[in-house]
């Protein structure tokens, strides 16, 4: 069994996947996002070492309130960079019953190698995936990211073809994801996926702007306001957010 590098644990969370979740935070991220905030996930190291077996048996301790439709998500960080980790930790859940879920950007998928070999495995034993559409415009995803999307399409794709549900989540920030054209690019790209379980409008804030201050790092979306509620309600309808209703409590 690997280890994982653990960020943090919220034991009820309600908003990250069906009915009550217990959630395992993972640190590391290979992405750089400009509206992210936690930037105290990004380096791995810094993370508390935990075994899939006593991350399991601090989960199930609270099962009896997750509900019919509850179990756990694992989100991060990016839960991906930990392949090894969330397999191990994702088949003990499945042999005790537990619906799992992995909140993830996509950022390390590749069809190449070993890993793929794993993730196919990981897809096994995996219930429902929330992915994150940064921004659908190649290079603005980069500028917003520093990195490229190609690799997070494919990865969309493929578990298109695998028919894993997913739920997709979009963060709208002004200036930047907040403009028709860029949301009726997104919509096409949904319209296309036919495992698209739910669509989310994430409104951009700026509530982790202390830790940037706190960590010494640049925020560099100062002076962005947050999306105004007519532009939250003009994506979710560019979205068609509406149309998505399974799972929905």
Request: proline residues 5%.
């Amino acid at each position: 069994m690997t280890d994982g590098y653990i960020h943090s644990i919220e034991s009820f969370g309600a908003v990250d996947g069906p009915g009550m979740r217990h959630i395992v935070f993972t640190a590391g991220c290979p992405m750089r996002c400009k509206f992210c905030h936690n930037p105290d996930t990004w380096k791995m190291d810094e993370g508390k070492k935990m075994s899939p077996a006593d991350l399991l048996q601090d989960a199930i301790k609270d099962r009896a309130y997750w509900g019919k439709k509850g179990g756990i998500t694992v989100s991060g960080g990016e839960p991906l960079m930990q392949l090894d980790f969330l397999l191990d930790f994702f088949t003990l859940a499945k042999n005790e019953g537990v619906n799992t879920c992995i909140d993830t950007s996509g950022a390390p998928f590749t069809k190449q190698g070993e890993w793929f070999e794993k993730f196919k495995k990981l897809m096994d034993v995996t219930d429902l995936l929330l992915m994150d559409i940064k921004h659908i415009d190649p290079e603005e995803h980069k500028e917003l990211t520093g990195q490229d999307n190609a690799n997070i399409v494919e990865m969309f794709r493929y578990l298109d073809q695998i028919k894993k549900p997913i739920w997709i989540r979009h963060v709208l920030v002004p200036g930047i994801s907040d403009k028709d054209e860029y949301l009726e690019r997104t919509r096409d790209f949904i319209r296309s996926l036919h495992n698209v379980e739910r669509v989310e409008v994430l409104p951009y804030h700026t509530l982790g702007v202390a830790k940037y201050k706190e960590l010494g790092i640049p925020y560099r979306l100062e002076g962005v306001p947050s999306p105004t509620a007519e532009r939250v309600q003009n994506a979710r309808r560019i979205l068609e957010c509406d149309n998505y209703t399974a799972w929905k409590e």
